[in-house]
T-cell receptor, first 108, second 114 residues
Framework: QKEVEQNSGPLSVPEGAIASLNCTYS??????FFWYRQYSGKSPELIMF????GDKEDGRFTAQLNKASQYVSLLIRDSQPSDSATYLC????????FGAGTRLTVKP | DTEVTQTPKHLVMGMTNKKSLKCEQH?????MYWYKQKAKKPPELMFV???????INESVPSRFSPECPNSSLLNLHLHALQPEDSALYLC?????????????FGSGTRLTVV
């Protein structure tokens, strides 16, 4: 069983729509949850982190965490073509464990 | 500009070569990491250097050896690599090796072993 699971996609949304990215994890001891954006051939860039159950908003991004369901999600409102990238979910107890990523394409 | 600097950005090496990847951070972070990432795969942890102690992922072959000259530098020495070692090598740092802190990644070194 994979420790961090994401739909690989590709997920395609039209410009201006809401993109919804989902992630489940297996380690109930995970304490911190992160979303990284990775453009093709580039390194991951941290865009959101969340520690507590509920929602956390930062600009067009909202992270949602449900520890009971071992589920974390990322919503991107008003999606832009520049949001097209692979989004990596990561969970951390001691080490950071990454999902394989969901590839998002935002079409103009 | 990233605050974690990796050099070189690209490296092509033969299987008999010895080379080094360099990583430096200027943020006063107390933990540094090396990750390996193959195409369309998640980053895989290779090494952690935190509080003057090096932790090694036991699945990493001995042809990779880390070196930490000081708290802001973490180098990766490469020797007798195989073609399957071709990947993007990512260095990262965090304020501390505790659950709360996320990582800042360098721009990566694209390694090709021929």
């Amino acid at each position: 069983q994979k420790e961090v699971e994401q739909n690989s996609g590709p997920l395609s949304v039209p410009e201006g729509a809401i993109a919804s990215l989902n992630c489940t994890y297996s380690d109930r001891g995970s304490q911190s949850f992160f979303w990284y954006r990775q453009y093709s051939g580039k390194s991951p860039e941290l865009i959101m982190f969340i520690y507590s159950n509920g929602d956390k908003e930062d600009g067009r991004f909202t992270a949602q965490l449900n520890k009971a369901s071992q589920y974390v999600s990322l919503l991107i409102r008003d999606s832009q073509p520049s949001d097209s990238a692979t989004y990596l979910c990561a969970v951390k107890s001691n080490d950071m464990r990454f999902g394989a990523g969901t590839r998002l394409t935002v079409k103009p | 500009d990233t605050e974690v600097t990796q050099t070189p950005k690209h490296l092509v090496m033969g299987m008999t070569n010895k080379k080094s990847l360099k990583c430096e951070q200027h943020m006063g972070h107390r933990a540094m990491y090396w990750y390996k990432q193959k195409a369309k795969k998640p980053p895989e942890l290779m090494f952690v250097y935190s509080y003057e102690k090096l932790s090694i992922n036991e699945s990493v072959p001995s042809r990779f050896s880390p070196e930490c000259p000081n708290s802001s530098l973490l180098n990766l020495h490469l020797h007798a690599l195989q073609p399957e070692d071709s990947a993007l090598y990512l260095c990262a740092s965090s304020q501390a090796w505790t659950p709360r802190y996320g990582y800042t990644f360098g721009s990566g070194t694209r390694l090709t072993v021929v």
